[in-house]
C-alpha cells in the first residue's frame, strides 16, 4: 500500500487509478517551500510529511507552464488558479501569439532510504475553457485536439504529465 500526501482530490484520483498498488490519500497539508523548481519543492513537501507521519510516503507537486509567460504560473499554478481563476488566465493567454503551454509534475516518494523524484512533462495549447472532467487548468489545456477536462481519468493519465510521472514511479517501485 502507498500513501500519498495530498489536500488536491483529482491528483488523488488520477493517482489511485494509475499505480499498480492500493493508494491511500492521507490530507496533511505540508507547508510549500518557495522555490521555482518543483523537484525541490515536492522534496522538500515529502521529507515534511515523513517527518510528520512516520511512514514511506509520495508526492506530487506540478504546474502549468505557459511559454509565452516564460512559463508562469509554473510553481504558483494553484495559487494563481485561486486568486485569478482559468478564464482569465486563458483571457490574459489569449493576447499573446504563442498559445503553446507544457503542464509539468513531479512525484516524489521518501522512506527511510532518503527521497526519490520522478517527472512529467506534456505539451499543448491553451484555448477558451471546453468539457467538465478533470480539475484546474483541464478545460483550458489542449492536448492532440482535445482538452484535458474532455477526456476521462484514464485517457488523461495515459498522455499527462501527472501519468508519465507516476509511470515512472511505478517502474522505479517495481524495480525495487
Ligand atoms: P500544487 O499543489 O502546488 O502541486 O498545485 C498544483 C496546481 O497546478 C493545481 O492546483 C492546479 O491548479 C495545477 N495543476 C497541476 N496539475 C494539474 C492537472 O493535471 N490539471 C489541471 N491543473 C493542474
Redo the contacts with the bound molecule.
Sequence with gaps: MLRFV?S?A??AR?AAQYLPEEVERIEYDYP?IQSDSLAE?AAAGARDAYREISEPVFV?????FIDAFDGFPG?Y??YV?EKLGIERVQALAAREENDRAR?R?VVAYVDSGGVETFEGAVRGRIVPPRGSG?????PI?EHRGQT?AEMDVEE?NAV???GRALAAFGDWLAER
Excluded: A, C, M, Q
Design positions: 495530498t488536491n483529482g491528483k488520477e510549500e519543492i506530487d507537486d506540478s504546474g502549468l510553481p499554478s494553484s488558479d503542464f509534475s478533470g480539475f484546474g487548468y483541464d489545456f484535458f488523461k499527462s504529465h501527472r
